[in-house]
């Protein structure tokens, strides 16, 4: 299977911010999947940032992508998450399903 960045954002929108009990990808917290090929696998480096730069939850977000990602299986090589705070993170990154589970009319 090939990986793509379709792919990418689609698992990840199995993983869930312990607070707002929203995927991350429609909460806007994703800002940039890059692909690279190297010895035949797929690395994968994911730009995010957190709702607060004071956020408690970080690592364990980090984590659970980094876990997410790897279930594609033996194809995927390094997986590097990286937490960015510019642009700062805005409700306006939200999808409109996002906002809808938020009750954010």
């Not at 909460?27 to 957190?50: F, P, Q, S």
Request: proline residues 7%; contains cysteine.
């Amino acid at each position: 299977m090939r990986i793509t960045e379709e792919t990418v954002l689609s698992l990840l929108r199995n993983v869930y911010d312990p607070e707002l009990y929203v995927n991350i990808v429609d909460l806007g917290l994703v800002y940039e999947v890059t692909l690279g090929e190297r010895n035949g696998k797929t690395d994968i480096a994911v730009k995010m940032t957190l709702t607060s730069p004071a956020c408690p939850a970080g690592p364990q977000l980090i984590e659970e992508v980094k876990q997410t990602l790897r279930e594609l299986g033996e194809e995927v090589g390094q997986v590097d998450v990286k937490i960015v705070l510019n642009p700062p993170w805005t409700p306006d990154r939200m999808t409109e399903e996002a906002r809808d589970e938020l009750g954010m009319y």
